[in-house]
């Protein structure tokens, strides 16, 4: 059964960086189109970006110029790039994938386990 694995969190600076990975597991799963959501303590779910299968982009106004969604098709893996992270950047990081499966369905996983992200001093 695939799923979807996010890696690459951890504790940061403020003015770090992090990478954010997010692959598809357990099964094959061609990711053709994702998003990047987070998940702070007493606060709802929210997406922070949007990768579309034209190559297309779209960030949280919060994010904007220090956040980078990207894709590596021959890994079949996408990234979010990270960077100037402050506090309030602090959550739970989930990804969510639109592809095709081994049976070349279109499907769409959403988040698996998630990877924390602390950003503090």
């Known amino acids: 059964q695939v799923q979807l694995v996010e890696s690459g969190g951890g504790l940061v600076q403020p003015g770090g960086s992090l990478r954010l990975s997010c692959a598809a597991a357990?099964?094959?799963?061609?990711?053709?189109?994702a998003d990047w959501y987070r998940q702070a303590p007493g606060k709802e779910r929210e997406r922070v970006a949007r990768?579309?299968?034209?190559?297309?982009?779209n960030y949280l106004d919060s994010v904007k110029g220090r956040f980078t969604i990207s894709r590596d098709s021959a890994k079949n893996t996408v990234y979010l790039q990270m960077n100037s992270l402050k506090p309030e950047d602090t959550a739970i990081y989930y990804c969510?994938?639109?592809?095709?499966?081994?049976?070349?369905?279109?499907?769409?996983?959403?988040w698996g386990q998630g990877t924390q992200v602390t950003v503090s001093s």
């Open positions: 969510s994938a639109t592809g095709t499966d081994a049976y070349g369905r279109t499907r769409t996983l959403m």
């Open positions: 357990g099964s094959i799963f061609s990711i053709n189109a």
């Open positions: 990768l579309y299968s034209s190559g297309a982009t």
